[in-house]
């Protein structure tokens, strides 16, 4: 069936005449009007990437503008309850973070359940993690930083972006699977922390590849592992830290999250077009660029996924009593 021409999209002012892609029968009805997409961080971060990377495609294949409302706050709380509370239709949704799932064992006073009160739509990409020291540490590889660590208890400042956040959690996970003792050094964001890790201040950081990547190839920070259970193509040199820690792993995602109860058909009909663009070469070179890779799966799988790692990691938060300042 030949879907009919969609009105013109409005972007930036410039209208285009864009069709509407065959075989989305849901299209017919949704979107009619501009979708708001929230993010609970500020731009330049990797959920706030994802999300204008997503919502460009998406914009552009379904003839309306998918809108990226930056809402920082809270550890990205303030965005998901706004998408808690919106009405369920499809037309405010959320990029979801490791952080929405994180935030449920360390905030004890949320007025929403991040599992309940949401459906997840489709995952986008998993990030990873990198271990990164200054290089005037002397040691080259994990085995080493960890003998290293122990003969120097405390010694070592480990960064962190924030109490919860991706280096901090994967920097615990790491000090309590290896026992070495690291002093935990907090800063607001990755990047208040990098030009102390690379000036000395802190010594080692397990930082989101995206936020790093270009000081390691500078030759600024030295990176010993990556939080993957694999090799990455984007620094094919450095192994997982899992192959001197075993079982260890450390993983992002980001996916559409939308409101409790929004129809089945919006969500299946968006996850359907998500997975699409994620079998676009073009845009998995460009999340493999940035260190991170596609992560497609349908509603239930995405939903499985989450509750295995909102438990996962629960763990490691209790026994590291993580809680929000």
């Known amino acids: 069936m030949r879907l009919p021409r969609r009105q013109f999209l409005q972007l930036g002012g410039i209208a ?12 017919q009805n949704y979107p ?30 379904l003839g309306q503008p998918f809108i990226v409302d930056n809402r920082p706050g809270a550890g990205s709380n303030l965005a998901a309850e706004a998408v808690v509370r919106a009405v369920p239709d499809g037309y405010t949704l959320l990029e979801g973070s490791s952080s929405n799932c994180w935030n449920t064992a360390i905030y004890d006073n949320l007025t929403f359940d991040f599992l309940k009160d949401t459906t997840p739509v489709a995952s986008i990409l998993r990030s990873v993690g990198i271990m ?10 994990v085995p080493e930083f ?7 208890p405390g010694k070592i400042n480990m960064a962190s972006a924030g109490p919860g956040s991706g280096p901090h959690l994967y920097g615990e996970l790491f000090k309590r699977m290896t026992g070495v003792d690291l002093l935990t050094v907090h800063y607001r964001g ?21 936020s790093s990547i270009e000081y390691i190839r500078a030759g600024k920070l030295r990176p010993l592992g990556v939080t993957t259970a694999t090799r990455l193509d984007v620094l ?5 830290i ?6 260890y792993e450390g993983i992002g995602w980001n996916g559409i999250i939308a409101p409790k109860a929004t129809p089945p058909e919006i969500v299946n009909g968006l996850n359907a077009e998500v997975n699409a663009i994620l079998a676009e ?6 999340l493999a660029d940035l260190g991170a890779e596609t992560f497609p799966s349908s509603p239930s799988e995405f939903a499985k996924y989450l509750d295995g790692f909102t438990e996962k990691w629960a763990k490691v938060i209790h026994a590291a009593n993580i809680k929000a300042d």
């Open 190 to 210: 990755a990047g208040p922390a990098l030009p102390d890790l690379i000036s000395g201040r802190v010594q080692v950081m397990f930082d989101i590849i995206v």
């Open 32 to 61: 009619v009007r501009p979708v708001h997409l929230l993010v609970g961080f500020a731009a330049g971060g990797v959920v706030d990437i994802g999300a204008r990377l997503i919502a460009d495609r998406l914009s552009q294949r």
């Open 146 to 152: 960890i003998a290293y660590a122990k003969a120097n």
């Open 281 to 286: 070469p073009a845009f998995k070179a460009k």
């Open 16 to 27: 285009a005449a864009l069709p509407v892609p065959l075989g989305r029968a849901f299209a």
């Open 236 to 240: 094919p040199d450095v192994p997982p």
């Open 242 to 247: 899992g192959d001197f820690v075993p079982g």
């Open 132 to 141: 990164e020291i200054n290089p005037d540490l002397p040691v080259k590889t």
